[in-house]
């Protein structure tokens, strides 16, 4: 995590050059690293098989929270060169019916995050790569699968706009898109 951090401080740079200051831009930085911890947080709930079906669902509402409407995250396994893509709630239903006794999924290696580029309706969007790996138990214990998964992750980050005490404030919101599957491997 501390190289996402580093890593962010650059992202903001060409935040900088299109007017956003640097305190704007170190908030901007610490909510996508927030966003990607609590992601990383809520997958592992919910790929838990401890977790009650009521807590999942409660989880699987606040990640969706987290990404724009129409986000897609992939979905890869060693047997196969298909990816499959599901919007993030059918994701995340996806992974409580695994057919594993016990499920263990770890976020390493934030190794890289896009400069962020200023889209014409003053979006910027940049992407964070990461590495997840994957693990599959039987119900004696035993590990019944594994991968490495390198996975890139779209950031946007929106002005929005909200009314407060009748006054209109303006800030700017971090969204994650979609989650594209880069390579998966038996690491």
Known sequence: MAILAVVLCFMGTAVAQDGIDFERKQAIDSLALEKVRDLSKYIKIVGSK????SEANRVIDRAEELFMSDAEIGVSSLGSNQITYYRVRKYMEHLM??????????????????????????????????????????????LAYKDTTKKDITVYVKRKETQIGGRTIGFWDV?????????????
């Open 175 to 187: 969204l994650l898109g979609d989650m594209r599957v880069k390579e998966t491997t038996n690491r």
């Open 50 to 53: 401890d977790t009650p079906f």
């Open 97 to 142: 019916r695994l057919n594993y006794d016990r499920v263990e999924i770890e976020w390493y290696n934030i190794e890289y995050v896009s400069d962020l580029q200023r889209q014409p309706d003053g979006t910027y969007v940049g992407v964070i790569t990461i590495f997840q790996t994957f693990r599959g138990y039987d119900r004696e214990g035993n």
